[in-house]
């Protein structure tokens, strides 16, 4: 599974993601603010090796852990990708995870240091925008699911990220 690979693969796959996306009137996006009538929960950090990987605030409706929610992660430092690993490590099975994996790299850009990518769960699918601007959608109810988890699981492995999102960090 090499990069090289991945990038070959993803790049005509994100051309015409982005092309279909050109033509459909973008209602989400157009739609304004997407945490608009969610209530800001929590925020907090991510760090490794004691460097700041990105900031997170959620937004949710009646449960911070069901949706509607929004999840914006503003990133401080380029990483890569480890969505997948972690699905995997909260037990989602390989068949998905292949086809989450292919969906995601076609979908989300590279990040940079100041990027932001928002990620909106509603009921049966996931919803992102980068820096404020529509990627698109995966219309999986489990992956949606599985995505989120990520961060609100209460098996994640950043669980002080966890409970500073949900507003239990002080």
Do not use: K
Not at 1 to 15: L, Y
Not at 28 to 51: E, S
């Amino acid at each position: 599974m090499s990069s090289s690979s991945n990038s070959h693969t993803a790049d005509p796959r994100r051309r015409r993601l982005l092309l279909g996306l050109a033509g459909l009137p973008l209602a989400a996006g157009a739609a304004g603010d997407p945490t608009q009538g969610l209530q800001r929960r929590g925020q907090g950090r991510f760090t490794r090796f004691g460097l700041l990987i990105y900031e997170a605030t959620l937004w949710s409706g009646a449960s911070p852990e069901e949706p509607p929610l929004a999840l914006r992660l503003d990133y401080r430092r380029a990483i890569a990708r480890a969505s997948v690993d972690e699905m995997r490590r909260l037990g989602a099975d390989e068949a998905s995870l292949s086809r989450w994996g292919a969906q995601m790299a076609a979908l989300f850009p590279d990040v940079r240091a100041g990027d932001a990518i928002l990620g909106v769960y509603q009921p049966g699918r996931a919803e992102f925008l980068f820096n404020g601007r529509w990627l698109g959608a995966i219309d999986d109810a489990e992956f949606a699911r599985r995505f989120f988890a990520i961060w609100l699981d209460p098996r994640t492995s950043a669980p002080a990220l966890r409970a500073a999102l949900l507003g239990a960090g002080g």
